[in-house]
């Protein structure tokens, strides 16, 4: 009746004896039927490969060798601290039994458990830690019941492995730095009562030194003793405001520094950051066409059962529940680690992912309103670069899940060496769709800790132009195929120093021109930081840039 109570099956009369003591005293037991247990005795060993356990559930396991293990001189009969085996029950026809109780290290149940999926009320609890103290107790307390209820008789002594006994710990508390600690004036008396009261073994002198019990693995240093002393003197007695007691101060290392900036660079460019979980399910795997990611072995659910390769998930799901909740404007960003397997062994990289979805700017009575684009992704992205000192360039991107058309691969230059950072462009239809979006979504995930070491050029200070700047606009004939990068290249390489800035300011395809080229506009600022420029001077670099243009890409110049 007391095991229905408590939420548990009755069984039989010895093995319901051991679960009241498991329930009594939280640790538990195993009872063997002694005859059939090859050699009458029992051995803990770790398993042998290959060697094999029917529970007494049914199901068979193949052992490991880190099993621990309890064996008869034959084969193992129980998962230690975890499940026995059948071939060892206890039924109607035992006649004799063996009470096993014992101490396992919680690591090692733990790691056993979860190898062979076995939960049980004596693994739950052997996990979690036992008191090494109260074996011989509850070994009596068992053999008691057993002996009320089946007028058995319990064999006279036990048999003891205990090779090194574990010794209490002793700890020395100071009456006074406890009050300090909960902020209180506990009278020295009164603290040693309230201990007392716990189980301790208290010696009162200049400091009082605590004899621990066993059962209390978890006390470890005085300041756990005040915890003790708290929960008994009454929390609600404890003002809320206390003195400062610790003046240790914590260390910001350089990466934690380096991250902060980033998060405030990008807040700075209207990003919000998101947080989100570092676990995904199958559908998104398929949907995005992810590498195969790393499984998790005991996955609360379906949806959560791979550990993301990739932070787009969680981006476009960010930006889709936002979606549905109405937002017109949704420009977020998140930093955080994927989880990866190279050469077998597991990596976890940090990565930077941006999202943009809806609109740039809210409808107004004296504007209407304009959606994100890819070019305000990538502003983002070559600000970001800038703002950090790394020099960045774009090149073509073969990302199956972007837009033909409307994807990039933003690069990192070292010198003459180029690195691929990542790559940002507007997601197709089809993924869209399945995520259940309506409106076009734009996207970007970086690696961020080469763009954080890069910083190619220190951040310096330049006195205000003296000589007045000249700005010419050139409009460019090019072939369609041709990258306006490329044609920014070779305008900033033939005008040299004297070439301070040069932007694009229209593009143009139409009748106008010729079928299958499009029409470049730029606007070029010459300025020296020696003198005045001359017409005729800028009038020969710009031929030059017009020939190079020309010899390099069917250049033809459309307006001066």
Not at 48 to 53: C, F, I, M, V
Not at 110 to 121: A, F
Not at 321 to 330: A, G, K, L, P, V
Not at 477 to 504: F, H, K, M, T
Request: with cysteine.
């Amino acid at each position: 009746a007391r095991l229905r109570r408590a939420g548990m099956r009755p069984i039989n009369s010895v093995v319901d004896a051991a679960n009241l003591v498991l329930f009594e005293t939280g640790h538990p037991l195993h009872t063997f039927d002694l005859d059939k247990l090859a050699g009458h005795k029992i051995i803990v060993r770790r398993a042998r490969a290959g060697e094999k356990l029917v529970a007494i559930d049914g199901t068979e396991h193949i052992l490991a060798e880190n099993d621990l293990v309890i064996a008869d001189a034959a084969k193992p009969v129980a998962l230690a601290g975890v499940i026995g085996s059948a071939d060892s029950e206890v039924g109607a026809g035992t006649r004799r039994l063996l009470v096993e109780g014992a101490f396992f290290d919680h690591c090692s149940i733990w790691r056993t458990s979860k190898q062979h999926g076995i939960s049980t009320e004596a693994s739950y609890r052997f996990e979690r830690g036992v008191d090494i103290g109260a074996v011989l107790y509850v070994l009596a307390r068992t053999g008691s019941l057993i002996q009320q209820d089946t007028k058995c008789k319990v064999a006279r002594g036990m048999i003891d492995i205990y090779p090194k006994p574990v010794r209490p710990k002793r700890l020395i508390a100071s009456p006074k730095r406890i009050n300090r600690l909960l902020g209180t004036s506990i009278p020295e008396q009164e603290i040693c009562d309230y201990l007392e009261r716990l189980g301790f073994l208290v010696s009162p002198g200049k400091e009082l030194e605590v004899v621990v019990p066993t059962r209390r693995s978890d006390v470890n240093c005085e300041a756990d003793l005040a915890e003790d002393v708290a929960r008994l003197y009454g929390y609600e007695r404890i003002a809320e405001k206390t003195a400062l007691t610790c003046q240790t101060y914590g260390k910001v290392t350089d990466s934690m520094t380096r991250t902060r900036e980033l998060k405030r660079i990008l807040k700075g460019l209207g990003l919000y950051e998101v947080v989100n979980e570092a676990m995904i399910g199958p559908g998104e795997v398929d949907a995005f066409g992810l590498p195969s990611p790393v499984g998790i072995l005991n996955p609360v659910g379906l949806q959560t059962s791979f550990l993301r390769p990739s932070l787009l998930p969680g981006i476009v799901k960010t930006l889709v529940s936002n979606e549905f909740m109405s937002q017109e404007s949704i420009p977020i960003f998140e930093l955080g680690k994927v989880y990866l397997s190279e050469a077998g062994a597991p990596i976890e990289p940090y990565r930077l992912a941006l999202g943009l979805s809806g609109a740039r700017q809210q409808r107004t009575w004296f504007a209407g309103s304009s959606d994100f684009d890819l070019y305000d992704l990538k502003g983002i992205a070559e600000s970001l670069a800038e703002i950090l000192g790394a020099d960045v360039g774009f090149a073509d991107a073969s990302d199956e899940i972007l837009h033909p058309g409307r994807r990039m691969a933003m690069v990192l230059k070292t010198g003459t060496e180029e690195q691929r950072l990542g790559y940002l462009g507007e997601l197709v239809p089809s993924v869209c769709e399945a995520m259940g979006s309506k409106r076009k979504l734009y996207v970007a995930e970086l690696d961020f800790e080469p763009l954080l070491a890069a910083r190619a050029r220190p951040v310096r200070f330049q006195e205000v132009p003296k000589y007045p700047g000249v700005k010419r606009d050139i409009a460019l004939v090019v072939p369609e195929a041709v990258r306006e990068v490329d044609v920014r290249a070779v305008i900033l390489a033939e005008g040299g120093p004297l070439v301070e800035s040069v932007e694009v300011f229209d593009l143009y395809r139409g009748e106008q021109i010729p079928a299958g080229t499009k029409s470049l506009a730029y606007g070029i600022l010459f300025r020296s930081d020696e003198r005045t420029l001359k017409e005729d001077e800028i009038d020969g670099l710009q031929r030059k840039m017009e020939a190079r243009l020309n010899q390099q890409f069917g250049a033809k110049v459309r307006v001066k």
